[in-house]
């Protein structure tokens, strides 16, 4: 019998990915480079190895698939994959699909589904979010390249993705580049959302003197409320943590340099290249690298001291509920800078990206899952054409009760001299977005003044230049 679909690379994902595939009933031919690695996962998948065809060479292992065949390529990002789909084109025929599992940037995506469009062989490019727990118990996938194609592998992947209520979080989102630029987003929207727990931490530690397991316990209330998230829960469980060294607090013995992969910068840079503002994301982004920055801070705290002024507001049930609102609200904001940018790039990249579907398949599996990505969906399925999700009807209202907390707290972390960026930057972008006349009047002007670049007038009049007199750039 021949196997339902073939996977190469198997490393952390990709042998958790092929135990998973055959856990639910499908068989699996495997290869990877170092036919050692194929022999140690081989002898370890136990039961399951009844389901698994351990392939030593391309040959034996594209014929051990079932034409037309799926194979998952799920190695180290980049040059790899295309030498690995160079390697594996001549043994392939007619219908064969590609699939690139691993965390590419869409644009590569986009250029491989291009190279392979006027062959016989299509290529799909399908983000896994959910690391190795993911991958081995049922990730998010977002899959992006022809219908046709998904055809042959929605069986498939139905049946190894994660289950939120019993609905599968995966699905097509679009032709070539769709699915990796998704996973991209919700890179970028989980840089957000860990850096905002990072921050709410930050005014607990530095600001309120709260220690790792008090701030764990807060952290275990909030997640039965609002933001109940695998990131707050995770975020309780780490901060309960014991270092087995110090004996003290695992997560106070953690040098504070936070590393990162690229996603989230990518999410940043395609929004700046579509004009589209993903302010809490890029301040996510920036922050990571001024983590990076150890010695440089150190040195300016010689020169400036710590924070002077202290918390101006006294820990206490009122603040408990304002700090958790203020994460809500916040969270508000990088979850609609996410989806506008998703929005664009679906115009843009001519994808038809279904957001209600987006949402969906998020709820489970993937690190940024929560219940309020369930209301997102639904939100998002009540009003299909909103501009932004905080002008949907669901979101308006939440969005109404939390601001005013999150500027309680940023205001008061400001004072304080304490680190908000993406708090802040969710805040500002809000009071940007809603307000009617902003103050782009002024630098249109300047603009107008330095380089005679004109304006509009809001009576519409057909005056387009100012009469800036001397100095003024002529036009
Ligand atoms: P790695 O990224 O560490 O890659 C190792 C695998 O790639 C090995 O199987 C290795 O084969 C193979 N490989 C490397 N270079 C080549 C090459 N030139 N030709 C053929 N095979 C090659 O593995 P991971 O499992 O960590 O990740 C796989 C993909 O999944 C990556 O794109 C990653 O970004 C993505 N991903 C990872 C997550 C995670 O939590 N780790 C989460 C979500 C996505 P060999 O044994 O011969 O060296």
């Keep these: 019998e021949k196997a339902e679909i073939g996977l190469i690379g198997l490393a952390v994902m990709g042998s ?20 050692e690695k194929t022999d140690e996962f081989y002898e370890s998948a136990g039961d399951l190895k009844k389901q698994i065809i351990p392939c030593k060479t391309i040959e034996e292992f594209v014929d051990a698939i079932r034409p037309p065949r799926p194979i998952v390529i799920m190695i180290k990002a980049g040059e790899p994959v295309d030498q690995q789909m160079e390697l594996l084109r001549p043994h392939l025929s007619k219908g064969d699909i590609m699939i690139d599992a691993g965390n590419a940037n ?121 933001l109940n998230s695998y990131l707050i829960e995770i975020s309780e469980k780490v901060l309960a943590a014991t270092d087995p060294v110090s004996g ?3 997560v106070d013995m953690i040098l504070d340099k936070a590393g990162q992969k690229g996603t989230g910068k990518w999410s940043a840079i395609e929004a700046q290249n579509m004009g589209i503002p993903a302010t809490a994301i890029e301040a996510a982004v920036a922050a990571r690298s001024l983590s990076s920055m150890k010695s440089q ?34 969270k508000i904001g990088a ?13 843009e990249f001519n994808w038809s990206l279904p957001m209600p579907t987006i949402a969906r ?37 939440m969005v109404k009760e939390s601001i005013p907390a999150l500027r309680r707290v940023v205001g008061a972390a400001i004072a304080a001299g304490l680190p908000v960026p993406a708090l802040t930057s969710a805040l500002t972008y809000f009071d940007a977005y809603r307000q009617g006349r902003g103050t782009a009047n002024l630098i249109q002007a300047q603009r107008d003044f330095f380089g005679a670049h004109g ?21």
């Design 248 to 250: 003290g607090p695992m």
């Design 455 to 475: 304006f509009d007038r809001l009576d519409g009049k057909d005056f387009h230049h100012g009469p800036w007199g001397s100095g003024a750039s002529t036009f």
């Design 297 to 330: 801070r150190e040195a300016a705290e010689k020169i400036f001291g710590t924070q002077a002024v202290s918390f101006p507001i006294a820990y206490g049930p009122e603040l408990n509920k304002d700090l958790e609102l203020a994460l809500f609200a916040a």
């Design 106 to 226: 869409f644009r590569d995506t986009v250029a491989r589904f291009d190279r392979l469009k006027n062959t016989d062989l299509t290529f799909i490019g399908m983000g896994v979010s959910g690391g190795e727990e993911g991958a081995r118990h049922g990730p998010s996938i977002m899959v992006g390249g022809t219908e046709e194609s998904w055809k042959r592998v929605e069986k498939v992947l139905t049946s190894i993705a994660a289950r939120y209520n019993d609905e599968p979080c995966v699905a097509w989102l679009g032709n070539d580049g769709a699915g990796h630029f998704v996973k991209t987003i919700h890179n970028g929207i989980e840089y957000a959302d860990m850096q905002m727990i990072a921050e709410i931490y930050g005014i607990l530690r530095d600001g309120l003197g709260k220690s790792a397991s008090e701030i764990s316990g807060i952290f275990g209330e909030w997640n039965k409320g609002r």
């Design 361 to 397: 398949i998020w709820r489970a599996g993937c690190i940024i899952r929560s219940q309020f990505l369930d209301e997102i969906t639904s939100a998002f399925t009540k009003a299909p054409d909103a501009a932004n999700l905080i002008v949907t009807p669901a979101f308006s209202d």
């Design 16 to 35: 958790n990915l092929a135990l998973n595939i055959a856990e639910k009933g499908n068989k699996i031919a495997v290869f990877n480079r170092t036919p």
């Design 335 to 347: 979850y609609a800078q996410g989806f506008a940018v998703m929005a664009e790039a679906s115009r």
